[in-house]
């Protein structure tokens, strides 16, 4: 399978993934209770802020490294 066909692929799990999480969140979250559900916030809460981290660092080490170049061809 090529390379976009797997991407379409894993693009479509996760819709599907997303859609039946979505659909049946009430009853999940009947499930799980409101202690388990205040887990599953935190948790998916800081995995958010980790990924935002990342993207920050990501983008800062970018900029700092083409400062440094920048300065070093000068």
């Not at 693009?11 to 979505?22: D, G, K, R, S």
């Not at 659909?23 to 800081?46: D, N």
């Amino acid at each position: 399978m090529s390379f976009i066909g797997q991407s379409m692929l894993a693009i479509v799990l996760i819709c599907a993934l997303v859609y039946i999480l979505y659909r049946y969140s009430s009853p999940l979250s009947r499930l799980m209770g409101s202690t388990g559900t205040v887990i599953v916030t935190r948790v998916s809460a800081f995995l958010l802020f980790c990924i935002g981290v990342q993207m920050f660092w990501n983008g800062a080490a970018e900029l700092l490294a083409s400062v440094r170049v920048s300065r070093d061809t000068q």
